[in-house]
């Protein structure tokens, strides 16, 4: 069963790419931090309500730590260089943060019919709705190879210790399995008649449901009222 048709609690995928342009435009502003834990318990509410309570959990206690851990910007400003350029890394991952969090909720939670369908919707072009459903089966494919090439080394005892011999062992062939992986989905895309003109029947039916005005609406309040407090 496709994972969007599962949960009420689920939005639709176009909501939550809304949600990340909103969070990625969120970045070039100060948000006071009420309203960012507030963006992020929405979020892991989500999670926990589509049966993803690890994710939920995970979202939470990073937070808690950038908020806790990382100083603010005029406090990095201050300081030492060497310490400046240290906490600057982690300040910059702290800034992306709130759209990462959104992005890994509308990976973990969408499947590729329903934002193919949720795109044919709204009359989208396939030269748009194609490139993001191949990338959108191309990360998952990518993530799990290289998981498997990871534990074939540390089975053969490669491990990032010796960091030239781990990059030779690992790097290389993920280069090879990730052409292997494109070429796979382009030769099943081309398979399914993807580049046929005609109107397709989907399979997954997509529909506007009141999470999603709630998701866009209450995450669009809290960037408002956080640049705005």
Same mark, same amino acid.
């Given at each position: 069963?496709?994972?969007?048709?599962?949960?009420?609690?689920?939005?639709?995928?176009?909501?939550?790419?809304?949600?990340?342009?909103?969070?990625?435009?969120?970045?070039?502003?100060?948000?006071?931090?009420?309203?960012?834990?507030?963006?992020?318990?929405?979020?892991?509410?989500?999670?926990?309500?589509?049966?993803?309570k690890?994710?939920?959990?995970?979202?939470?206690?990073?937070?808690?730590?950038?908020?806790?851990?990382?100083?603010?910007?005029?406090?990095?400003?201050?300081?030492?260089?060497i310490?400046?350029m240290?906490?600057?890394?982690?300040?910059?991952?702290?800034?992306?943060?709130?759209?990462?969090?959104?992005?890994?909720?509308?990976?973990?939670?969408?499947? !590729?019919? &329903?934002i193919?369908s /949720?795109? =044919?919707?709204? +009359?989208?072009?396939q $030269?748009?709705? @194609?490139?993001?459903? #191949?990338?959108?089966?191309?990360?998952?494919?990518?993530?799990?190879?290289?998981?498997?090439?990871?534990?074939?080394?540390?089975?053969?005892?490669?491990?990032?210790?010796?960091?030239?011999?781990?990059?030779?062992?690992?790097?290389?062939?993920?280069? !090879?399995? &990730?052409?292997?992986? /494109?070429? =796979?989905?382009? +030769?099943?895309?081309? $398979?399914?008649? @993807?580049?046929?003109? #005609?109107?397709?029947?989907?399979?997954?039916?997509?529909?506007?449901?009141?999470?999603?005005?709630?998701?866009?609406?209450?995450?669009?309040?809290?960037?408002?009222?956080?640049?705005?407090?």
């Amino acid at each position: 069963m496709p994972v969007y048709l599962d949960n009420p609690y689920n939005p639709n995928p176009l909501s939550k790419l809304l949600v990340i342009f909103l969070l990625g435009f969120a970045v070039f502003h100060k948000v006071n931090l009420y309203f960012e834990w507030g963006i992020i318990l929405f979020i892991s509410f989500l999670f926990y309500k589509n049966g993803i309570k690890k994710a939920a959990l995970k979202n939470i206690l990073f937070f808690s730590i950038f908020s806790l851990v990382i100083p603010s910007l005029d406090v990095i400003r201050n300081m030492n260089v060497i310490f400046m350029m240290f906490f600057m890394l982690f300040a910059v991952c702290r800034m992306f943060y709130l759209p990462f969090s959104a992005g890994s909720f509308f990976i973990k939670t969408s499947d !590729v019919g &329903s934002i193919i369908s /949720s795109m =044919d919707k709204i +009359k989208l072009p396939q $030269t748009v709705s @194609i490139p993001v459903a #191949v990338i959108f089966r191309f990360f998952p494919s990518f993530i799990e190879e290289s998981h498997n090439i990871k534990l074939a080394m540390r089975v053969r005892g490669i491990t990032f210790r010796n960091p030239v011999s781990y990059i030779e062992h690992v790097m290389v062939p993920l280069l !090879v399995i &990730s052409s292997n992986i /494109s070429d =796979d989905i382009a +030769k099943a895309a081309e $398979t399914k008649c @993807i580049e046929n003109p #005609v109107k397709k029947t989907r399979y997954i039916s997509v529909k506007i449901k009141i999470i999603d005005f709630a998701y866009v609406l209450s995450i669009l309040f809290m960037i408002i009222g956080g640049i705005l407090w």
